[in-house]
């Protein structure tokens, strides 16, 4: 029966402890902006750093102040910020929420690497070596850097191709943007559903050596596209989202199928 | 009062914590940037200090060791230290916002500051009374706070000069913080 002395003591050490820090708490508790919580409920909770603050109650803090405009939250959508700008009593800034795209749709299994790569597994670290173990040098290099970033879990790995972006997922916070080595994912409208899955800047000849669904700069696109929203530049289809009608002409006229719908 | 003195100059000097014994080195580089802070974290570790030793004393002297469970003594003035840094934070949100937000992280890590634990136990270790562990935490504060004032006012200095690139911050305090330890080897010895 020794052990209970032992566990008496400390287990009433911690209650009279815990009691005195409770009491204490109540003594010194300190009056918060009511607004604070408020606000840091509304936003997402993810700290992803994307508005430039240090996470969520970090901008939540400057919106008090009043050092900052709302909309700056990527990750939270148009009601989140009216509502937020409602209980700040200043106008809502909101603007057209975004979703990622991966600008590469092409083959990159082993039957198009360059050689064995046996690095670490990171798109980072690939890229360093010669610019990636990938034939296309503009191309993805399927380790999933980005997965990895995403702080919303809206990317996935797909073997042998690019990985997938979960739309419903994204909240367009742009951190794989900055994450990804071959800046290969961009920022598009949300209501846009049309874009050009490659980035190559290479002439044709090269691009039809490393890949079978890379952009070869032949313009079909451009003269389809019943607003003029494409246009040819080094090589490369460009899509000008200001104009895109979301008509889809440029996706069945694509020869090689590069231009792609998102899901 | 010969004697109390001498502890006072020995844990300050001779035994210096930081510079001698090798204690409380985490915050000893991470707040020596400027003096005001520096300063702030020494007394804020030295308020610390003081509580936690008492009430560590008094708790081994009126409930450890009439129920012979000295060998509880870590785990119970982790707990008396745990709660105190904690009473203190309080303290300070409420009464010095300031100082709260310049010690930021380092002031919950007062907790595992190891001088502190250090303290009480020597305490109990050297046998000290209420009055010689009063002086004995004292000097243990004290002499930490002059480590960090010492420490901060020549990084303040290290900032304006012109020092190698690959030395910047860092690791010219590491250098500088070892030619001080030697600096302090000469006190060694003295009783």
């Known amino acids: 029966m020794t052990f209970i002395i032992p566990l008496g003591v400390l287990g009433l050490l911690g209650l009279a402890m815990g009691i005195g820090l409770g009491l204490a708490s109540k003594k010194f508790a300190v009056q918060t902006d009511p607004r604070l919580a408020a606000v840091i409920d509304l936003l997402p909770g993810a700290n992803c750093g994307a508005c430039g603050f240090p996470g969520c109650s970090g901008y939540a803090r400057a919106l008090i102040s009043g050092n900052t405009k709302s909309g700056l939250c990527p990750a939270s959508g148009e009601e989140t910020t009216r509502k937020i700008a409602e209980i700040l009593g200043i106008a809502a800034d909101v603007s057209q929420k975004k979703v990622a795209v991966i600008k590469c749709g092409g083959d990159i299994s082993s039957k198009r690497h360059k050689g064995a790569y046996e690095g670490a597994k990171t798109c980072l670290s690939s890229s360093l070596v010669g610019g990636g173990h990938i034939m296309c040098d503009y191309g993805c290099l399927g380790f999933g850097d980005c997965v990895s970033a995403c702080p919303f879990g809206a990317i996935e790995n797909k073997s042998g191709k690019p990985p997938e972006i979960n739309t419903e997922k994204c909240t367009g916070c742009g951190i794989c943007v900055k994450t990804c080595p071959k800046n290969l994912i961009e920022l598009i409208p949300s209501n846009k559903y049309y874009y050009v899955a490659c980035s190559s800047k290479d002439k044709a000849k090269i691009v039809k050596q490393v890949c079978d669904s890379g952009c070869i700069g032949c313009g079909i696109c451009a003269r389809k596209c019943p607003n003029q929203a494409l246009s040819i530049e080094n090589n490369l289809s460009k899509m000008d989202y200001e104009k895109c009608l979301n008509a889809g002409e440029c996706l069945k006229a694509c020869p090689k199928k590069c231009i792609k719908t998102r899901k | ?191």
């Not at chain 2, 203190?88 to 190891?114: D, H, Q, R, W």
């Open chain 2, 1 to 191: 009062m010969k004697e109390i003195l001498l502890i006072l100059l020995g844990t300050i000097f001779v035994n210096n914590f930081v510079f001698a014994r090798f204690l409380g080195t985490c915050p000893y580089i991470g707040v020596s940037k400027k003096t005001s802070d520096s300063l702030s974290m020494g007394i804020a570790v030295l308020f610390v200090l003081i509580l936690a030793s008492v009430t560590s004393w008094y708790i081994h002297y009126f409930l450890l060791v009439p129920l012979k469970i000295e060998y509880l003594q870590t785990i119970v003035f982790i707990l008396v230290i745990a709660s105190l840094v904690q009473l203190v934070e309080m303290f300070l949100l409420k009464t010095s916002p300031g100082l709260y937000n310049a010690l930021g992280i380092y002031l919950p890590l007062i907790t595992t500051n190891c001088i502190i634990l250090a303290v009480a136990i020597l305490n109990i270790r050297q046998e000290h009374n209420i009055i010689i562990t009063l002086i004995f935490t004292l000097g243990a504060g004290l002499g930490f706070t002059l480590a960090l004032v010492l420490m901060s006012a020549i990084r303040e200095r290290l900032e304006l000069s012109d020092i190698p690139e690959s030395l910047k911050s860092e690791p010219i305090a590491f250098l500088t913080a070892g030619l001080i330890a030697i600096a302090f080897l000469g006190f060694s010895g003295i009783n």
